[in-house]
């Protein structure tokens, strides 16, 4: 019997200690590692809070987890904010090393008496280790808490604990931290708080939902004038400040954002999807933001009988390349565009890439006189036909490269990017980095020089910049903890410092925009800036972009429901906005003039020929890219006093303008078919005398005197076309090659 009681004991110890050693191993098992320092670096959200370059929040983040926005060091919190939450919380927490075990037993001994739990004696380190370490709530969670709560204080001091703690408690509606809650209950920070309200926070934390004071302050009342008694008692407050507490009332003021910036907040985030944690801090100033915010919207409020809905603002700082103002008409409103960021969504520029081809064509020899014909230009459309105009649908003959951008004329443009080739400036929009330009060359056609592609006002903005800074094109920056553009590569030259300067000059010079513009109006600005517009077809985009030595900006103006506007053109809706918005930015700073490059030379030339201006010819002063000067006197006004006229000597070039080759005519069935007819237009040298015309081999008329048209009667078929132009009797004529057409 002995034998047997001493091996049932020895089995029963056994059995014990393989318990405890298994109970060890899975305590062990689920005890979980600490960081090493108490400060959240993984939030369960990527959004976080995003500020502006002075810390003001633009975006309010409450799904992170963990509060990564508002956190305070300890030293910053009020101490009376602190005594509270301890002596409601966990008063022993300076004398315990992680479990209050006489808190524990007290709270169970409650519990008994009420036959339900209705205290859970947790210490402040232990709903520490709740919130890193979340589990389901059960009698084994609590142990492994109490176990985690112990190696936490071995870890770390009590500041350390209580500090992480009071910035992420959680309090009603997904704020984190007394900070948070001090804004979202009052709209203030905590420093600003009374004793009231500061105890107010100490009570909520027990239970942050039924305890909210949106739903019912009352709640609160009998837990806070306990507190209130408790601290009295402790010494922490006076007895003067208990009767202040018995007096002081709530008054509610939920938390706003001091300016809305949602567009952009969202397209930053969307733009660093690998963030970790902390504020993003961003390039926006609030100020800027704010006031070119009710700027846009006075001037769409404005223009709403004239059907315009949308508009957005991007501003720019020239010297850091960093955006200041990101704004959308209605920035916060319900409108049906309101949530589409138009600063973002591709549109048809018009003319405000005219300036990039000039720059282009500078690049390639061109100057500032180079004279293009502005004259009626139609050209074929497979088998059609499409005839450019002027958006005054005036010409003006021979006119400079310079008063060409100035005035923004279609046909010198159209000329222009014949001859760079479309493939050529799409490749060097690319390079200025407009990205939505995706399709191929042949897709968009010449037509890309009137901003036929679709372009965005952020890329428009960017490309701009590059011409203010000295044709250095640099990718614009959104935040500022990200490391530098420079050294990562990211600049790169698109055009020279005298190119970009040319341009400069020209698009700032009020003379060079006199013809259609006018030399004064609200395009000549203050500083001087340099400006251009731009305008869609059917009125359904309208631009303005400009720039000065310190800032670039840009409006647009539509419906990003696409629908036209009534007649509002860049220089008549979004140039008011861009005027003001530089006034505003100017406002009490140092100004000065737009970047010149040294070594741009000037000579006087004569604005018919380009060439140096002889005693005959106009002057006008023009600016060169050093090596681009004309070198010989003006050879038309030579010519002219040689031959005794003001005329040119004549080149022998002739060819048919219409019909273009492959032409379709198609008969209109609401004219009578004798009355139908199509003009044969010649484009002739100076000095003609005759033109005949002949249809199919056989002579159908003739044209004399200043007319190079003849109307031919429609006939029906397959058709060829030739002109024989004579200039004198002792020149031989000149005949163009045939031109097929049809008509049907």
Not at 68 to 76: F, G, I, K, T, V
Not at 274 to 288: C, E, L, V
Not at 510 to 528: C, I, K, N, T
Request: proline residues 6%.
């Amino acid at each position: 019997m002995e034998r047997l009681r001493r091996k049932r004991c020895t089995v029963l110890a056994i059995a014990g200690i393989g318990s405890i050693v298994t109970l060890c191993v899975l305590v062990a098992a689920s005890l979980k590692p600490f960081p090493e320092s108490l400060t959240p670096a993984s939030p369960v959200s990527k959004k976080r809070q995003v500020v502006d370059r002075s810390g003001h929040p633009l975006s309010y983040t409450f799904s992170t987890g963990f509060n990564l926005s508002d956190e305070r060091p300890l030293h910053r919190i009020p101490q009376l904010l602190r005594d509270a939450f301890i002596e409601a919380e966990d008063k022993r927490f300076y004398h315990h090393l992680g479990v209050d075990w006489r808190a524990r037993l007290h709270a169970m001994w409650q519990n008994c008496k009420a036959l339900q739990v209705v205290r859970g004696a947790s210490t402040i380190s232990e709903q520490v280790v709740r919130m890193l370490h979340p589990r389901p709530r059960s009698l084994w969670a609590r142990a492994l808490e109490g176990i985690e709560a112990w190696i936490l204080e071995s870890r770390f001091s009590k500041q350390e604990i209580l500090e992480f703690y009071l910035n992420q408690v959680p309090f009603a509606a997904g704020r984190r931290g007394v900070a948070q809650a001090a804004r979202y209950f009052w709209d203030r920070d905590l420093e600003t708080l009374n004793e009231r309200e500061q105890l107010a926070l100490a009570v909520m934390v027990r239970a942050p939902e039924r305890l909210d004071l949106y739903k019912d302050p009352s709640r609160v009342n009998r837990g806070l004038v306990h507190l209130a008694n408790r601290l009295r008692d402790t010494g922490s407050i006076t007895p003067e400040q208990r009767e202040a507490i018995e007096s002081q009332a709530f008054t509610l003021s939920q938390g706003s954002l001091p300016v809305r910036a949602d567009h952009f907040v969202r397209h930053l985030q969307g733009s660093l999807p690998n963030a970790q944690s902390g504020k993003i801090w961003s390039t926006i100033d609030s100020h800027a933001q704010r006031t070119v915010q009710k700027i846009l919207d006075s001037r769409i409020s404005d223009l709403s009988a004239k059907g315009v809905s949308d508009g957005a603002v991007l501003v720019v700082n020239n010297r850091t390349a960093e955006v200041l103002a990101w704004v959308n008409a209605g920035e916060f409103g319900s409108t049906e565009g309101s949530q589409i960021d138009a600063i973002t969504t591709p549109r048809q520029p018009g003319s405000a890439l005219k300036p990039l081809l000039y720059a282009l064509a500078l690049s390639r020899g061109w100057t500032a006189a180079t004279v293009l014909n502005d004259a009626p230009l139609s050209e074929a459309v497979g088998a059609g036909l499409h005839t450019y105009r002027n958006y005054s649908r005036f010409h003006y003959g021979d006119i400079s490269l310079r008063e060409a951008l100035g005035n923004s004329l279609n046909i010198p443009a159209i000329k222009t990017i014949h001859h760079l080739g479309t493939h050529e400036f799409l490749h060097f929009l690319k390079q200025c980095g407009f990205t939505s330009l995706n399709k191929p060359a042949d897709f968009y056609g010449e037509g890309l020089a009137l901003g036929n592609g679709e372009v965005t006002l952020f890329e428009l903005v960017q490309a701009y910049a590059a011409l203010a800074h000295k044709g250095v094109w640099r990718p614009l920056q959104i935040t500022r903890n990200i490391e530098d553009a420079h050294e990562q590569g990211y600049y790169r030259a698109v055009i020279s410092p005298e190119v970009s300067s040319l341009v400069s000059d020209i698009l700032s010079d009020p003379q060079a925009r006199r013809r259609e513009f006018g030399s004064d109006g609200l395009l000549r600005l203050p500083v001087e800036t340099a400006i251009k517009t731009g305008t869609s077809s059917d009125y359904r985009d309208a631009w303005a972009i400009g720039y000065s030595e310190a800032f670039t900006v840009g409006v647009w103006m539509g419906n990003l429901n696409r629908s036209s506007m009534n007649e509002i053109s860049g220089a008549r809706g979004p140039t008011l906005v861009l005027r003001s918005v530089f006034a505003e930015l100017q406002r009490g700073q140092e100004t000065r003039s737009l970047y010149r490059a040294p070594s741009l030379i000037h000579r006087s030339v004569c604005p018919i020929s380009g060439e140096l201006a002889s005693e005959r010819c106009p002057h006008v002063e023009e600016t060169f890219v050093s090596g681009t000067e004309p070198t010989s006197l003006c050879s038309k006004h030579r010519q002219s006093a040689d031959h005794g006229t003001d005329a040119p000597q004549p080149e022998d070039v002739v060819r048919i303008v219409m019909p273009t080759p492959g032409l379709n005519v198609a008969r209109d069935p609401r004219i009578p078919d004798h009355l139908e007819a199509l003009p044969l237009e010649v484009e002739t040298p100076s000095g003609f005398t005759r033109i005949e015309w002949l249809v199919d081999d056989r002579e159908v008329g003739t044209s004399s005197g200043p007319s190079r048209r003849h109307l031919w009667p429609l006939v029906s078929g397959h058709h060829t076309v030739r002109a024989r132009v004579t200039r004198d009797s002792d020149s031989p004529p000149l005949e163009t090659p045939p031109i097929g057409f049809w008509v049907r």
